[in-house]
Nanobody, 122 residues
Framework: QVQLVESGGGLVQAGGSLRLVCAASGSIASIAAMGWYRQAPGKQRELVATITRGGNLNYADSVKGRFTISRDNAKNTVYLQMDSLKPEDTAVYYC????????????????WGQGTQVTVSS
């Protein structure tokens, strides 16, 4: 069964750091872009950062200079290092990946993790 499993969320004080990890597992032929999104209570899910297989990066303006996304292609894993955290970063963080998987046919599918809570206290 193909899945994305996240870890690393938690409670931290403002100014602190957390590192999120997302590992893709199962029968996966290839992985294209991977990324992180977040959803705060009462708000829509929004992009935090993405990284292509080749290492091209994209960040939301609100996290530039504070968050760093990286990936290990050999481990099918994407990371999000979050520094200088602010209370407004509080949200459920979701991992996303575009995976080449064979179901009835071999094709690209968009997968999501179950989400991990990040809470930043002031």
């Amino acid at each position: 069964q193909v899945q994305l499993v996240e870890s690393g969320g938690g409670l931290v004080q403002a100014g602190g750091s957390l590192r999120l990890v997302c590992a893709a597992s199962g029968s996966i032929a290839s992985i294209a872009a991977m990324g992180w999104y977040r959803q705060a209570p009462g708000k829509q899910r929004e992009l935090v950062a993405t990284i292509t297989r080749g290492g091209n990066l994209n960040y939301a303006d609100s996290v530039k200079g504070r968050f760093t996304i990286s990936r290990d292609n050999a481990k099918n894993t994407v990371y999000l290092q979050m520094d200088s955290l602010k209370p407004e970063d509080t949200a459920v963080y979701y991992c996303n990946a575009n995976l080449l998987v064979r179901r009835d046919i071999l094709r690209w599918y968009d997968y999501w993790g179950q989400g991990t809570q990040v809470t930043v206290s002031s």
